[in-house]
C-alpha cells in the first residue's frame, strides 16, 4: 500500500531540527574536530581546534548558537517508490522555520530579494526547499541544513573540459581551498560534485555534505578519490582557522553522475567547522486507492 508524506510532517520535523542544529554540532563533526585537534601539531592550528572544541561544550550546555551565523535553511524531502508527495507538502515549511528562529532566539539572515530588494525579511524565511526522488521503495527522508554564508561564499562550479580528468579536479579543488577555504571557518567538510548538468552539478555537491564525517563513498573508486583529494586539500597548510596546520579539511565527500560527453561540471560546496545538518524518517500515513470509473481516487 502507498503511504503518504504529509506537510504537518515536514513542517514539524524542520521545526524540531532547526535548534537542535543551531547549538548542538551533529556527532560525526564533532567527532572529526576532536580528532583533528588530538593529531594536530601546528600551535596556531591547535589552539583553533581546541576552541573549537570549547566552543561546542559551551554551546551545547548553555543551548546558545555555535555560530553567530545561524545561516539559511536548506530543506530536502527524498521519496522512494510507494511514497505520495503532495505538491504543497513545503507549505508549511517557512511558518515552521520563521517559529523556530523566533522561539530560539536565532539570527534571522534572509534579504527579500538578492538584486532588487535587499531588506531583511525578519523571519528568516523562505526556506530553500526541493524533493529529491530515490530508488529505495517505501522511503520518506528529510534533509535539514543550517548553512551560513562564508562556507557558501566560499564554494564554486566549474565547466572544465571533458578531458581534463581527474588532476584537473584536484586542482580545482585545492585552489578553491587556498583561495577562499580561510573564510569558510576551516577545518572545512568539502562537498564535490562531478557530473550532471551546470544546475544539477551544485546539488550533487550540497548533498554530498550530508554524508557522515568519515564514511566514504559506496564506489571503492571514488572514496580512493576522496582520500587523494582530503591528502591535498591539508597539504596546502591552511589549517584550522586559516592559521596553518594539517587539517584544512576533516574531509572531502564526492558525488558523481552522467554527464554530456563534451562537458565536466564541477561544484564545490564548502561545509564550515559548523557544518550543521541532519537527516531523519518522516512518519508516513497509508492511503487507500479505489478503483473508480473513470480513473482512480485516493483517499487518505
Known sequence: MDKLVTKQAVAQAVYEAIPALACVLPEDVEAGIIAARDDERHPLGRAVLDQLCENMRIAAKDCVPLCQDTGTVWVSLDAGPGVLVPADVFSLV????????????????????????????????????????????????????????????????????????????????????????????????????????????????????????????SDPEVAAFERELLEAVNATGVGAGGLGGRHAALAVAVSTAPCHIAALPVAINMGCSALRCCTVDLPTQPVSVVAASDGCEGEV
Open 94 to 217: 517557512d511558518d515552521a522555520v520563521a517559529r523556530a528562529y523566533d522561539q530560539a532566539r536565532l539570527r534571522k539572515s534572509v534579504v527579500r530579494d538578492a538584486l532588487v530588494d535587499r531588506t531583511n525579511t525578519g523571519d528568516n524565511t523562505p526556506a530553500f526547499c526541493d524533493i529529491h526522488p530515490v530508488a529505495e521503495p517505501g522511503v520518506a527522508r528529510l534533509s535539514v541544513m543550517l548553512k551560513g554564508g562564508g562556507s557558501d561564499n566560499a564554494s564554486r562550479v566549474v565547466m572544465l573540459a571533458p578531458g581534463a580528468g581527474r588532476a584537473a579536479i584536484v586542482e580545482e579543488v585545492v585552489r578553491c581551498v587556498r583561495e577562499k577555504g580561510a573564510n569558510a571557518c576551516p577545518p572545512l567538510v568539502v562537498g564535490v560534485g562531478v557530473g550532471g548538468t551546470f544546475d544539477k552539478v551544485a546539488s550533487l555537491a550540497k548533498r554530498a555534505l550530508l554524508r557522515p564525517v568519515g564514511e566514504p563513498a
